[in-house]
C-alpha cells in the first residue's frame, strides 16, 4: 500500500490552485506620437500572438512575455502605422536584458509631399522650381526662393515622406538632400571673355546622408539625417536636378517635375 505525506497533497493541492488561477506573465509597452504624446485605443499586434492589445489612456498596453526577436506593430486612426523588432530574452538567465518597447507614430499626411517634423506640428515643404543662369558657357542651377519653412536645430531633423512609389522606384529616381549656398553674383566664362553675372540662386553645395525607412503604412516613409545640420538652407531633389550640368536637359523637363523641396534651420 502506498503511503502520502499530509504535507505533500497540501503543497500539491496549492500548486493546483496556483495553475488554475494564474495568468500568463506580461509586461507593460506605451505608444505615443512624435511629439511624447500619449496614445490612448492604438492597436498592438505583436508576432506570434493571436490576442490583440489596446492602449489605455497613457498609451500603455500589456503584453505577453515574449523569447527571442519579435516583431511588434502599432496603429491608430489618423495615424501612419509603425512596425519595429524588439529582442526579448529567454528566460531569467538570458544576458539580453528586457527592451523599453515604446513605439511612435506619426500623425498620416493628407496629401502626397514631404513633412517636416517640427516642434508642434509638420511643416510641409512647398516644391520651388529650379532653372539656371549664366552664360553658354558656364551656368549655375539652382532656387530663386528658398522657401518659408524653418525649424529649430536638433540633433536629427525627421520628415515624412508620402508618395505613391515603392522602395526600388525611390532609389531609382535617387532622392537627395543638399545643403544650399546662396551666390549673389559671380564671374563666369563666356565666348567674349570673364563676364559678371548676376547668378541670385540658392545652389547645391554638399550633399547630406539620411536614412529612409518604409513605415508600414503603403507609401509612407520616415526619413531622418544622419547628423545634426547647422544653421542654413537645405533642399531635397531627385533626379540629381538641382546638381545637373545638363542645362538643356533641365530645360526640356516639365516645370511641374522640375522642382526641390527646401528649408531652412535657424
Not at 220 to 231: N, P, V, W
Amino acid at each position: 500500500m502506498s503511503r502520502f505525506s499530509p504535507r505533500l497533497l497540501v503543497f500539491a493541492a496549492a500548486a493546483a490552485g496556483l495553475i488554475g488561477c494564474g495568468t500568463e506573465p506580461t509586461m507593460t509597452g506605451s505608444v505615443k506620437d512624435v511629439w511624447d504624446k500619449p496614445i490612448a485605443n492604438a492597436t498592438v499586434t505583436i508576432e506570434g500572438v493571436t490576442e490583440l492589445a489596446n492602449t489605455g489612456d497613457k498609451g500603455e498596453f500589456d503584453m505577453p512575455v515574449l523569447a527571442g526577436k519579435k516583431r511588434v506593430k502599432a496603429g491608430a486612426e489618423g495615424y501612419v502605422h509603425v512596425q519595429e523588432t524588439f529582442v526579448f530574452p529567454e528566460g531569467e538567465d538570458s544576458k539580453i536584458q528586457m527592451p523599453n518597447v515604446e513605439l511612435v507614430l506619426y500623425p498620416e499626411p493628407k496629401t502626397d509631399g514631404l513633412f517636416l517634423v517640427n516642434s508642434k506640428e509638420y511643416s510641409k515643404l512647398d516644391g520651388q522650381t529650379i532653372d539656371t543662369t549664366g552664360t553658354e558657357l558656364q551656368a549655375y542651377t539652382g532656387l530663386e526662393n528658398p522657401g518659408k519653412v524653418k525649424v529649430n536645430a536638433k540633433p536629427r531633423q525627421r520628415f515624412v515622406y508620402r508618395v505613391a512609389l515603392e522602395p526600388n522606384e525611390i532609389a531609382r529616381v535617387g532622392l537627395e538632400l543638399h545643403r544650399l549656398e546662396f551666390v549673389q553674383d559671380t564671374t563666369v566664362t563666356s565666348a567674349m571673355g570673364e563676364t559678371n553675372v548676376k547668378v541670385n540662386r540658392f545652389v547645391a553645395k554638399e550633399e547630406i546622408e539620411f536614412d529612409l525607412k518604409e513605415l508600414a503604412t503603403d507609401h509612407h516613409y520616415l526619413i531622418i539625417t544622419r547628423g545634426k545640420l547647422d544653421a542654413g538652407y537645405y533642399a531635397f531633389h531627385s533626379e540629381g536636378l538641382l546638381t545637373s550640368g545638363d542645362v538643356d536637359g533641365l530645360d526640356k523637363t516639365p516645370e511641374e517635375l522640375r522642382k526641390a523641396y527646401p528649408f531652412e534651420v535657424k
